[in-house]
C-alpha cells in the first residue's frame, strides 16, 4: 500500500517506520532537511523535502497514487489543508492529526465535508487511557473492546503465598468466574499460556473479561485496591486538560498543578470544578503542601520524560495513590518498568495503535474487518477485534476444539451482541460476531489468516 506522510516529527517518524515495517511503501514530507535526515538514514522511506500543504509537494510526493495521506505536522489548520488537498488531488483516504480540544470537539460536524476518514488526537488518547486506570486502579493498564464490552487488563502479580506453583486451571477453578489470561511477560519473555502454565510471582498477566468479571477476578483474588476519589496532575497541557474534564465528569476530586501562570488562569476558567494551582510540580516540598500524601491518585503529565519518571518514583515511594506517569520516548519505557513504575503511558504508542488498525483494516481480507488493535508487553504482543462480516470456512461454526490455529494464537474472547463469550473448546463462532485474538508472533489483517 502506497502511504505519503506528511509530517516528520516524533509522531510522523514514529509512524512512518512502524508502516515500513509492515511491508508498506511510505513517502514522508517535511519542510525541514534535519527532520528528515533521520529517517532517510534509518528507514526505507522516500523523503521529500517541500510544504506539504501545496499541489506540488504533494504531486512529487505521488500523493495522487496514494492509498493513504496522513497529515502529522504540529499544526491542526495545516494538517486539516493537507488532507483536502490531497483527497482533490486524489488520495484515496486521509487522516489528520487534530490536537486543539475547540477543533476536535467540532469535527464531527465538518470531517465529512472536508473528506476526512479518520481523525487522531493523540493527547485525547493518552487522556482516555489514563481515565480508564484511575477508573479501575487495580489494572497497570486497560484495553476496551466491542465497545467497552470487553476489557483486557494488565497486572503485575505481587508476591502472593497462595500464587506459589498453581496452574491456571487450577486458578481458573478457584476463582469461579469467566475470564482469561491471554498473555505472560516474565524476565523479558513473553508467552501465550495455556492450562498448565504455573504462575510466579511477578509475572506481568494480560487478563480478559467483562467489566464486572474483572471485578470479581481482582476481588476473590484479593488484588483490588480502593477506587480513585482525589487526583493530582503534574502538568497542564492538552492531556491535563482532557483528563481533568473528564475525571470531574466522573465526580472526582482534581487538582492541577502548572508553572505556566498564563495557562492556569486559562484553565482555571475552563475547569471552574478543579483546584488550578500554580507552582513546579517537581518540587516535592510543594507536592506536599498541596497534599500528594493524601491524594488517591497521582498522573504525572509534564513534557519532559525524566522529569515524570522523578516525581512518579517520588509518589509512588511515599503515599499509597495510584501513579501514572506519561512517558514519550520509547526507549525510557522499559527503564520505568524496571524503576517499578507499572502504569505507564505513552502517547506515540496509543496513536500507531490507531493508525495501524485503521490501515490494516484497508487491506482487510475477504470475511472479517478489523475493530480495533492494541499492541502489548512493548509491541511484542497484538490484541485484535474482527467483526465476522462473512461465512468463513473452518472458521466459523466450527467447534473451537476442532480449529487448527496457528502457533502462538489465542482466541481470547466472542463477543455476541451483548454477551461476552471466554470460550473453551466446545464454543462456536458465528455470522456477526466480533473475534478478539492474541498474537505472539504474526500480524494479521483478517481472520482466514489465523488459520494453520
Request: charged fraction near 25%; hydrophobic fraction near 45%; charge should be neutral.
Amino acid at each position: 500500500m502506497k502511504i505519503v506522510i506528511i509530517g516528520n516529527g516524533k509522531i510522523g517518524s514514529n509512524l512512518a517506520a512502524v508502516l515500513v515495517r509492515e511491508g508498506h511503501d511510505v513517502t514522508v514530507v517535511d519542510c525541514e532537511e534535519a527532520h528528515l535526515r533521520k529517517s532517510q538514514n534509518t528507514l526505507d522511506v522516500m523523503c521529500i523535502e517541500g510544504n506539504g500543504a501545496t499541489a506540488e509537494t504533494q504531486l512529487e510526493a505521488g500523493v495522487n497514487k496514494a492509498t493513504l495521506l496522513i497529515a502529522a505536522t504540529p499544526y491542526d489548520e495545516l494538517n486539516i489543508l493537507c488532507c483536502l488537498i490531497g483527497k482533490r488531488l486524489g488520495a484515496k483516504k486521509t487522516i489528520s492529526r487534530v490536537r486543539m480540544p475547540e477543533y476536535y470537539q467540532q469535527m464531527h460536524l465538518i470531517r465529512e465535508d472536508l473528506g476526512l476518514s479518520m481523525v487522531i488526537n493523540p493527547e485525547l488518547s493518552t487522556a482516555d487511557e489514563i481515565m480508564r486506570v484511575l477508573v479501575f486502579p487495580s489494572a497497570a493498564k486497560v484495553e476496551v473492546f466491542g465497545k467497552g464490552k470487553l476489557e483486557l487488563v494488565e497486572y503485575r502479580l505481587p508476591d502472593f503465598p497462595w500464587l506459589s506453583g498453581i496452574t491456571l486451571a487450577e486458578l481458573y477453578k478457584k476463582i469461579k468466574t469467566k475470564f482469561l489470561v491471554c498473555a505472560v511477560q516474565r524476565d523479558g519473555d513473553v508467552m501465550i499460556p495455556g492450562g498448565d502454565f504455573v504462575m510466579q510471582s511477578g509475572d506481568r498477566i494480560h487478563v480478559a473479561a467483562s467489566h464486572k468479571n474483572i471485578e470479581r477476578f481482582f476481588r476473590a483474588s484479593g488484588f483490588m485496591k480502593d477506587k480513585v476519589k482525589t487526583a493530582m496532575l503534574v502538568g497542564a497541557g492538552r492531556v491535563g486538560y482532557y483528563l481533568a474534564k473528564q475525571l470531574l465528569a466522573l465526580g472526582m476530586k482534581v487538582k492541577l498543578i502548572e508553572k505556566d501562570r498564563e495557562r492556569c488562569n486559562e484553565l482555571a476558567e475552563r475547569l471552574p470544578k478543579a483546584i488550578v494551582v500554580w507552582g513546579d510540580g517537581t518540587d516535592q516540598d510543594l507536592l506536599i503542601e498541596e497534599g500528594v500524601l493524601e491524594v488517591d491518585g497521582f498522573v504525572a503529565l509534564t513534557g519532559i520524560d525524566e522529569e515524570n519518571m522523578i516525581i512518579s518514583l517520588f509518589a509512588k515511594d511515599n503515599t499509597n495513590a495510584k501513579v501514572v506517569t506519561k512517558i514519550s520516548r520509547e526507549n525510557y519505557i522499559g527503564l520505568a518498568s524496571d524503576l517499578g513504575l507499572d502504569c505507564v503511558v505513552s502517547p506515540k504508542s496509543l496513536t500507531m495503535g490507531n493508525v495501524l488498525s485503521y490501515v490494516r483494516s484497508l487491506e482487510s481480507i475477504a470475511g472479517s474487518e478489523i475493530e480495533s488493535l492494541y499492541h502489548l508487553v512493548g509491541n511484542q504482543v497484538e490484541a485484535i477485534e474482527f467483526r465476522v462480516k462473512e461465512r468463513i470456512p473452518d472458521l466459523v461454526g466450527v467447534p473451537l476444539k476442532n480449529v487448527r490455529l496457528k502457533k502462538n494464537i489465542l482466541i481470547c474472547a466472542i463477543i455476541r451482541k451483548r454477551e461476552i463469550i471466554i470460550p473453551d473448546g466446545s464454543a462456536v463462532i458465528e455470522l456477526g460476531d466480533s473475534v478478539v485474538i492474541v498474537s505472539k508472533e504474526h500480524h494479521f489483517s483478517g481472520l482466514k489468516s489465523i488459520l494453520d
